[in-house]
């Protein structure tokens, strides 16, 4: 097993806390390797309720520990910093990952099978040479099976502590706004339909496009779907939100492409300091697609994010739909009932959503009576009220003319099933330089 392939099993269980239970420290052969894994295991087994320590955090127990200096901060960071977006998950980690776990089960299965055979010249019970023939086995079943995860759903048993576990790093995706992540009780829940609704022309692509940097900003990868703007105005608008370019300026900028490329590797560059926490700020990548409004289903995107996996390794943390309305419905729903065609809509993003473990946020136009309205509730969804019943939280984008002038809006939380609705409204402002939302801030009210 060669260290490079050690270094990407190491920081993929680092984000798959659950596999600490599986994997020995012993089977890792290069010892700076084994010796940090080694530590946070040992920390995870006595704090079991607990996250995985951040870098920074692995840095400062390393530094305890390592009092012969055999981890220099060059060599943490290396190891530490090994990307996995060019692996394919389920066709390359996972395979090899098993593969590494078996093999190494095997082989100290082997040494203790060995060493109870030996122990069998010292027992004349049949009790005793029972229980050692018991133990063998124990050791045989476990050196023949590996379990990356389940084949078959059974449920959550209730009497299991792990099945009530609330890890926020694998079933929450954060917005990249404290106020939002708030509302929302630690991020966007995956396999969740999530709505944002504003009058047209008034922020909702913009919204979708800021949570799609922001997100990728802190390490989620991101699909946005557009079916009404081109992917070159979608990558204007993220490109001058994400390099700082502004928006005027872009179409004259984006033409220096050295300098766009600099800016990108500038991007990725951030948070690779060594006192950082290197796993939130490490990069997502963003793709876009457009497909024309009415022309794409959403089996076209359960195709397309799977094409994605296939060829490009790529999971897709983040799904955003721009937006709801304008994607085709199911072949053989009819088209004469708007209520039917929103719930099935509705239903489809929010299953795609749950077979690829990732929330999906989308946007709807409020009704036409509600526009420049100072407040709107859920009476304000237009066509199919089934898309509010279907979604688990439902926003409302609200702008008037004054707030317009001002540069600000109000975010204001209509529907949710978990987190706290004691506090449901914001205010943000608008850098208009960058399209990007900032200093967001609860409002009372």
């Known amino acids: 097993m060669t260290i490079s392939l050690e270094k ?189 609704m504003a009058e047209t022309s008034n922020g909702k692509s913009l919204w979708m496009q800021n949570f799609a940097c922001k997100s990728a900003d802190n390490g989620y990868n991101v699909l946005y779907i557009t079916l009404e703007m081109s992917e070159r105005k979608v990558m204007k608008r993220l490109g001058s939100m994400r390099l700082k370019v502004p928006i005027n300026d872009y179409d004259r900028i984006s033409k220096d492409t050295p300098l766009i490329s600099r800016k990108i590797e500038a991007l990725k560059s951030q948070g690779q300091d060594i006192g950082q926490d290197l796993f939130e700020k490490k990069l997502g990548k963003i793709i876009t697609k457009f497909w024309a409004a009415g022309t794409a289903t959403v089996s076209d995107f359960d195709n397309f994010i799977q094409k994605l996996r296939d060829k490009r390794g790529l999971k897709i943390d983040l799904i955003i739909v721009d937006y709801i309305t304008l994607v085709a419905p199911p072949k053989g729903i009819g088209g004469d009932s708007l209520y039917i065609r929103g719930k099935n809509i509705a239903e489809g993003l929010r299953a795609l959503g749950a077979k690829w473990n990732a929330p999906v946020i989308t946007g709807i136009q409020v009704a036409k009576d509600a526009w420049n309205s100072s407040d709107i509730t859920l009476e304000s969804v237009p066509e199919s009220k089934a898309i509010a019943e279907t979604a688990d939280t439902f926003f409302a984008i609200i702008r008037t003319e004054e707030m317009k002038r001002a540069k600000y809006y109000r975010f204001k939380l209509l529907k949710q099933r978990d987190g706290d609705f004691l506090r449901s409204q914001i205010k943000i402002n608008l850098n208009d330089s960058y399209l990007t939302l900032e200093n967001d801030q609860f409002i009372d009210g």
């Open 8 to 196: 990407i099993f190491f920081v993929w269980i680092l984000q798959n806390k659950s596999f600490f239970a599986k994997v020995e420290s012993n089977y890792f052969r290069n010892k700076e390797i084994e010796t940090i894994y080694r530590i946070i295991k040992k920390y995870l087994l006595e704090n079991p309720e607990v996250d995985v320590p951040s870098a920074k955090q692995i840095w400062e127990m390393v530094a305890l520990e390592d009092r012969d200096g055999l981890i220099t901060r060059e060599i943490f960071k290396a190891i530490l910093t090994t990307s996995l977006n060019e692996y394919n998950e389920d066709h390359f980690i996972k395979p090899k990952l098993a593969t590494w776990i078996l093999t190494n089960r095997m082989k100290s299965g082997g040494v203790d099978i060995i060493e109870e055979l030996r122990s069998l010249d010292n027992k004349v019970d049949l009790e005793e040479v029972q229980t050692s023939a018991g133990k063998i086995r124990e050791i045989v079943d476990l050196m023949s099976k590996v379990e990356l995860e389940d084949d078959e759903d059974l449920g959550s048993d209730f009497d299991i502590a792990e099945s009530h576990v609330q890890d926020n790093s694998k079933f929450k995706v954060k917005s990249g706004f404290e106020t939002i992540d708030h509302m929302l009780g630690g991020g966007w829940d995956i396999q969740t339909l999530n709505c944002v």
